[in-house]
């Protein structure tokens, strides 16, 4: 603990109580090193100066009557930000160190240099503001770090200029509009040994997902080289998602997102002979190599150990973090290098959401990752550099490559943000969020391909993947409060298909998902025929089989590209809800669907009537496509048991007979994935009449029936759904439906299978809601946007049905 005299203090002599003495950024630091290397978190070793050095500095250099005076010339108006932040920073950088300052930072340093067995140890400087980190305010970037610092001059130099860092710009605007009294905020810096993550990797990682706020999940950002470019997005980083939950069995392998980024270049030590001074930076950007672009910067193993250390710290803080970690490419060992409390979604009030929807737009112009879950349209204005700051004409969208703090006085005017590079965690995405702005960054070519005063709308309300659209389109805004949805002893679970838009409801008090739509994730993120990858090497088509190498690049077996995909894309979905269930039913792509894969065509046969054709069950053990559902199996079987989301049931599309029920189960058992075995539960589709007729002896094979009311309705009245001529004789409340779905209800339950529906109906139907609750349905499954409509159905009808009971 530091004494109000100290100049120094060593991080494991610190703990989190004393952000006042050496502000957020170190107090944390300590608090690590003191607490948490018992747990395996590791820390490089280092020191602080203290607020006490920072005013010792200033009264040194009578610096306190040029700060005051200069800052009420600004808040007076005679000066710009620019000239006041220019003056002070000129005036801190003309400073003299105070001889036992300089004295006890020097040996500070040799001390370090000796415990790490090394002469001149290049070490971090990095700035901590005594304010900083606190719950309403994050301080993100706002001062200075420097890297690969060697000697006592040259650290000397960095710690002034960290001083001097505490009156940039931005920093000076951030203070004034957080409240904060500028001659009360002092500034401690952190000398912390050097990770060589320069030859090996670094990057940041949240302990909650950034964009919906979901807390069992850890996502984590990476790039090659040292964490500056990921932290300031000036990289494209891969990224890592992680469901928390499952990491305390270290059996499991619960990493449900991995998407390789371009990391076209990494940031590296400068030659050492340019070290004399800070007037040659010590760091310097080159591109990455090809292999490097194309490969991952982590290990399955080093992703699972940072999303393990980011549950401890989490645990030990009591809060969400957002944590920068850094890989020593000498030795492989991995380590933590700062952690501040999560500033956005963490504080984000969970009882009421605003939830968006496009319902007209234009066509889509550039796509990149999402950020925030809102809509915005307005004007594009282009901006290269902060020094056109001048040009922005406020409520604008702002286009530009990326963003550093610098930029965030111009971020705050903006309608929204797009960004040419960076990920979810670069400065722009952390930014965007705590402004409550949508933003859409990474993606690209913004900056070519949209232009000034160019009318667009930026959507991020549909999922990961967020959209800029010509002109100004039109959407729905509705604030959904969960507070005022009723309980039911109907269960109501959701019908859900993108896995990038998974996490996005995970707030709705659903009951599980009922329906997991396996061909959407086929179509969206996998893109290709199952059986052109099973059967890659005799493909005729040379044109699919390019295209299948393209996108199966870094995949020495192509088939794993299609398990590890489909594995991961239902793991975000199965993730969101568990461990309730999330029944998954398995492809029930038409002929002519399959047939647009990429190398679809070769496999699937012309159909006069794809709906009533070579679909569902029939598939899965004839010879055409058996090898594909293997690759479906694999993939099922790896969610439920590598992975460890054993709440996931599978469930059967199209199955025609008692036959062919049979004939599945036993492919289903030879690919890994037999009914009963480590809780594996199987449900089947009811959709054709002979699921109703024979449903007792269907019950005797599968754990329960989903009801697809739309095909149902289809082959009891005879109606093509699709026929607009007919569209007036489709109706699922049908006299000869509804007795289709009171039956199979009564015989299922008879046979000890719980039974629901899949459909719109009771969405657009009270009384159809009614009329299920009124037969016993065990669930109801339905589109996230119906779902407190039908709840509420529901209640009521169970109320009445209650009241009735009781009379």
């Not at 990455?288 to 399955?300: Q, W």
């Not at 900056?447 to 993947?465: F, N």
């Not at 179509?523 to 044109?543: F, G, Q, V």
């Not at 894309?569 to 969101?576: D, E, F, H, T």
């Amino acid at each position: 603990m530091a004494t109000h005299t100290t100049q120094v203090v060593w991080f494991e002599d610190l703990r989190r109580g004393d952000v006042p003495t050496v502000g957020g950024k170190n107090a944390s630091l300590g608090e690590m090193v003191a607490t948490l290397g018992a747990s395996g978190v590791k820390v490089p070793p280092g020191f602080a100066t203290t607020a006490a050095a920072y005013w010792h500095f200033v009264e040194a250099n009578g610096l306190r009557q040029t700060l005051a005076v200069t800052l009420r010339e600004l808040a007076d108006g005679k000066l710009t930000l620019a000239e006041a932040g220019d003056a002070i920073r000129r005036a801190i950088l003309r400073g003299e160190w105070p001889a036992h300052t300089a004295d006890a930072i020097r040996a500070g340093y040799r001390a370090l240099c000796a415990r790490a067995h090394r002469d001149d140890l290049d070490v971090a400087v990095r700035s901590s503001a005594t304010a900083e980190d606190l719950p309403d305010a994050s301080f993100a970037g706002q001062q200075e770090t420097f890297l690969n610092i060697r000697g006592e001059r040259a650290l000397l130099d960095a710690c002034r200029r960290c001083y001097a860092s505490l009156f940039t710009d931005r920093a000076i605007a951030y203070r004034e509009a957080k409240g904060f009294d500028h001659l009360k905020v002092a500034l401690s810096v952190g000398i912390q040994q050097m990770v060589r993550s320069d030859v090996g990797g670094a990057g940041v990682m949240f302990s909650i997902d950034t964009e919906t706020g979901f807390d069992k999940a850890v996502l984590i950002n990476a790039a090659w080289g040292l964490g500056e470019n990921v932290v300031q997005g000036a990289v494209d980083p891969d990224e890592y998602e992680v469901f928390k939950p499952l990491l305390e069995d270290e059996a499991h392998v619960p990493i449900i997102g991995k998407k390789r980024g371009e990391k076209a270049q990494k940031m590296v030590y400068a030659k050492p002979d340019a070290q004399a001074a800070l007037a040659t930076p010590p760091t310097k950007n080159v591109p990455a190599s090809k292999a490097e672009r194309a490969a991952f910067v982590l290990a399955d193993s080093e992703i699972l150990t940072l999303s393990r250390w980011a549950c401890i710290i989490e645990g030990h803080y009591g809060q969400p973090m957002d944590i920068e970690w850094a890989k020593d490419g000498l030795t492989g060992e991995m380590f933590i290098v700062q952690a501040r409390p999560e500033t956005v979604q963490s504080r984000r009030e969970a009882s009421a959401v605003k939830t968006y929807r496009i319902t007209q737009a234009g066509r889509k112009l550039v796509a990149g990752v999402s950020i925030g879950e809102a809509v915005a349209a307005g004007t594009v204005c282009v901006i290269e550099s902060p020094r056109d700051i001048d040009r922005f004409v406020d409520g604008a969208v702002l286009v530009t490559e990326t963003t550093d703090p610098d930029w965030v006085p111009i971020m705050r005017r903006a309608a929204a943000i797009i960004t040419d590079h960076g990920g979810r965690t670069s400065h722009a995405a952390i930014v965007s969020r705590e402004l409550g702005l949508p933003a859409i960054v990474g993606t690209g070519n913004a900056t070519h391909l949209l232009h000034d005063q160019q009318e667009v709308t930026v959507s991020c309300a549909e999922g990961r993947d967020g959209f800029v659209y010509e002109g100004i389109a039109q959407y729905e805004v509705e604030e959904i409060d969960f507070a005022g949805i009723p309980a039911t002893q109907t269960k109501i679970m959701l019908n859900l298909a993108n896995p990038g838009a998974a996490f996005r409801w995970w707030r709705l008090p659903a009951d599980g998902v009922g329906l997991a739509r396996m061909e959407f994730v086929v179509s969206n993120h996998i893109k290709i025929h199952p059986m052109a990858l099973a059967r890659y090497d005799t493909l005729a088509d040379e044109t699919a089989k390019a295209t299948i190498a393209a996108l199966t690049e870094g995949y020495e077996d192509k088939t794993e590209y299609f398990v590890e995909r489909l594995a991961r894309g239902l793991a975000r979905i199965a993730a969101a809800h568990y461990p309730r269930p999330v029944i998954v039913r398995m492809s029930d792509f038409k002929t002519n669907e399959y047939a647009h894969l990429v190398g679809g065509a070769e496999f699937e046969p012309a159909e006069e009537n794809p709906m009533l054709g070579f679909r569902g069950a029939s598939r899965y053990y004839s010879p055409r496509y058996r090898d594909g559902f293997a690759l479906e199996c694999r993939a099922i079987e790896r969610l439920r048991n590598e992975m460890g989301f054993a709440n996931v049931i599978v469930m059967i599309p199209f199955c025609r007979s008692t036959k062919e029920a049979d004939r599945v189960l036993q492919v289903m058992a030879e690919n890994g994935l037999k009914r009963g075995q480590d809780g594996l539960q199987v449900y089947v589709m009811c959709e054709i009449p002979s699921n109703v007729i024979l449903a007792k002896a269907f019950a005797q094979r599968f754990d329960g029936f989903s009801i697809g009311s739309n095909d149902l309705t289809q082959l009891t009245l005879g109606v093509d759904r699709d026929s607009a001529d007919l569209a007036g004789l489709f109706d699922e409340q049908d006299e000869a439906v509804k007795w289709m779905i009171g039956n199979v209800i009564t015989q299922a339950h008879e046979a000890g299978a719980k039974v629901g529906l899949c459909g719109q109906a009771p969405s657009d139907h009270p009384e159809f809601a009614e009329f299920l609750v009124a037969c016993g349905i065990d669930s109801i499954s339905v589109s996230p946007d119906s779902f407190i409509a039908v709840k509420r159905r529901v209640a009521v009808a169970e109320s009445a049905a209650s009241k009735k009971t009781a009379q």
